[in-house]
């Protein structure tokens, strides 16, 4: 297997079955059958090409645009809302990322995250007002039983 270089990123190339160069290229495949043929594909696959898909991320509660994926990672492109750009992994939270929401439904995930904050400290304080650490009432247990058992014999 070659590499070739193109706009400062090294593409590994393959020579298929029927004599062709291939090469992936943003998880797309292409082929030519010369070698600056392939080239000139891949240059300009790997162009500058604007585009703007915008999401609303869950974990945020952020508004953003994904412009793009990363050559060599394949994290996904964004700049958020505040102007601020970053790489998000294509696989990990994948479920935290929504369509564009619209004000309306906005204002309603808050609300819904803000219950969501509430019931969950609801139910730490439910349950932290009624734990006990187990093994130390099994053994306070099994030591009163040893004390009345003594007592008797």
């Given at each position: 297997?070659?590499?070739?270089?193109?706009?400062?990123?090294?593409?590994?190339?393959?020579?298929?079955?029927?004599?062709?160069?291939?090469?992936?290229?943003?998880?797309?495949?292409?082929?030519?059958?010369t070698?600056?043929?392939?080239?000139?594909?891949?240059?300009?696959?790997?162009?500058?090409?604007?585009?703007?898909?915008?999401?609303?991320?869950?974990?945020?509660?952020?508004?953003?645009?994904a412009?793009?994926?990363?050559?060599?990672?394949?994290?996904?492109?964004?700049?958020?809302?505040?102007?601020?750009?970053?790489?998000?992994?294509?696989?990990?939270?994948?479920?935290?990322?929504?369509?564009?929401?619209?004000?309306?439904?906005?204002?309603?995930?808050?609300?819904?995250?803000?219950?969501?904050?509430?019931?969950?400290?609801?139910?730490?304080?439910?349950?932290?007002?009624?734990?006990?650490d187990?093994?130390?009432?099994?053994?306070?247990?099994?030591?009163?039983?040893?004390?009345?058992?003594?007592?008797?014999?």
């Amino acid at each position: 297997m070659d590499t070739m270089n193109v706009r400062g990123t090294k593409v590994e190339v393959h020579t298929t079955i029927d004599h062709n160069f291939a090469a992936t290229w943003n998880n797309n495949y292409y082929s030519s059958p010369t070698w600056d043929g392939l080239r000139k594909k891949l240059l300009v696959a790997s162009k500058n090409l604007k585009i703007e898909v915008p999401f609303f991320e869950v974990r945020n509660a952020a508004a953003g645009v994904a412009t793009g994926i990363h050559t060599n990672s394949g994290n996904i492109l964004v700049r958020w809302a505040n102007g601020k750009t970053d790489q998000l992994s294509s696989w990990r939270g994948a479920n935290e990322r929504l369509r564009c929401l619209s004000d309306e439904e906005v204002a309603e995930f808050v609300s819904l995250k803000a219950a969501v904050v509430t019931a969950e400290k609801a139910f730490k304080k439910f349950r932290d007002d009624r734990a006990i650490d187990l093994k130390q009432v099994v053994l306070d247990a099994i030591k009163a039983l040893e004390a009345t058992a003594t007592e008797t014999d």
